[in-house]
């Protein structure tokens, strides 16, 4: 069954440094997002990503967060300046449908910011 | 902002019973979603609920999609040990927003 994939699985940086998060979407997906789990809290949306463009954004996606698709098959989340309140499990998530479609998580990224 | 409503916050049960948790809202959900998440994994997919009214089972799983919008239970039966783990409900607002708004979890622990 096709699954959506992160790399690394856990990531430890220094404070204000930069770090790139990396997600594999299901295949035939268009549509890509970014969430986020602060250890013991709930999932919380970040961005949204279609058709090579952010569609929707929350409040915490500020300037120093940035996606991209490098490729046919890579979506990348990027902090630009890490702050220790980044620490958290970053989810990848990807939908075949258009707008309000069911997502499809990946295993995450446990990101230390020490 | 749009907030679920999900309870109870944990259960302890013992093995062969069955589990019944929901989520509501003051808000009009669109679609409701139920994912289980084990320790350090991704939320992973149960159910997905598109319709007011609508019922639909997956295995021991049965999860409803409230009349009013608002709300949404998961039922599951003859709980099993692998059962344990948080239970998100999700969903997607009025609107046409992308983002899934998440219920805070149910933790379940099973006892055998």
């Known amino acids: 069954e096709p699954e959506v994939t992160q790399t690394p699985s856990h990531q430890v940086t220094q404070m204000g440094q930069e770090v790139i998060l990396r997600c594999v979407p299901i295949s035939n997906h268009l549509y890509f997002y970014w969430y986020r789990q602060i250890l013991g809290q709930k999932v919380e949306f970040l961005v949204s990503f279609y058709n090579n463009e952010i569609s929707e954004k929350s409040e915490i996606f500020d300037d120093q967060f940035s996606v991209e698709r490098p490729d046919g098959s890579n979506f990348t989340l990027k902090i630009r300046s890490t702050k220790l309140e980044d620490s958290a499990m970053y989810f990848c998530?990807?939908?075949?449908?258009f707008g309000q479609g069911t997502q499809y998580f990946g295993p995450g990224t446990r990101l230390t910011v020490l | 902002g749009q907030q679920l409503n999900q309870s109870p916050q944990s259960m302890f049960i013992q093995e062969g019973e069955d589990v019944s948790m929901n989520c509501t809202s003051s808000s009009i959900f669109n679609t409701w979603l139920w994912y289980k998440q084990d320790p350090g994994e991704g939320p992973v997919l149960l159910i997905a609920?598109?319709?007011?009214?609508e019922l639909t089972s997956n295995g021991r799983l049965t999860a409803q999609f409230g009349i009013t919008r608002k709300d949404s239970f998961l039922n599951i039966s003859a709980s099993i040990p692998s059962d344990v783990g948080i239970y998100f409900c999700?969903?997607?607002?009025?609107?046409?927003?992308?983002?899934?708004?998440f219920g805070k979890g149910t933790k379940l622990t099973v006892n055998p």
């Open positions: 999700a969903g997607h607002t009025q609107g046409g927003s992308e983002k899934l708004v």
């Open positions: 998530a990807s939908s075949e449908a």
């Open positions: 609920l598109y319709k007011a009214g």
